[in-house]
């Protein structure tokens, strides 16, 4: 067998030589550590303010829809009242998280606010169909319907008032692709009964009276 070269033993020695001791080692990386500290604190900082920065514009995006489209459903379905409630749970809110409440215009400070009207508007299955206006042989299959209801009733169209949207329908199969609608206003005991039920249902009044 062949016996180990003399010049790798001199280079394994010379190695062995420069190798730093335990001691050594454990100073070279606690001054690396010491070194990267500042950076790794930026990095933390960083990510930190960015977090905030995304939970911030989070709450300002989720308040916004509040006031808005929250805001304008609960108008529709409970009234002012309620949905006044719904600006001061906004509020307390954004105080609770440390933000600040966007604050008033004051150019508008001032400004009269009336309401004229309130709507609902949804989706219906199953409703029975309405006579069409026009032709008596066809009738009108409910698949939408908006109520409208005014602060003070309209000299034409009363205090109440209905847009039934469907499909056009004649012995009991569609007439074509388009949807149809028909208007009820006036005297609710000439509607539909099932449609009167429903103005009934939703009516704003008749709700702050019970």
Known sequence: MTERPAALDALLGHVAANLPDETEQAAAEEKAR???APLEKAVRAA???ERAEIREA???IAAHHLRT???SAVYDDMGQKAAEGVTRAVDELLRMVGLTPPAPD???ADLDRI???RSVRYIVRGAPDVPDEYNETRTVAPTEITLTYRATPDSQLGRVHAYVKG???HNG????AEAVGRHFHGDLAEWPEWLAAEARLHDPEAQGAS
């Not at 199969?173 to 074509?176: Q, S």
């Open 173 to 176: 199969a569609r007439v074509h």
């Open 58 to 60: 989070t709450l300002r």
């Open 167 to 169: 499909w056009w329908m």
């Open 115 to 117: 309401p004229l009207a």
């Open 106 to 108: 004051t150019a508008l």
């Open 34 to 36: 010491r070194a990267i």
């Open 69 to 71: 489209t929250l805001f």
């Open 47 to 49: 990510k930190a303010q």
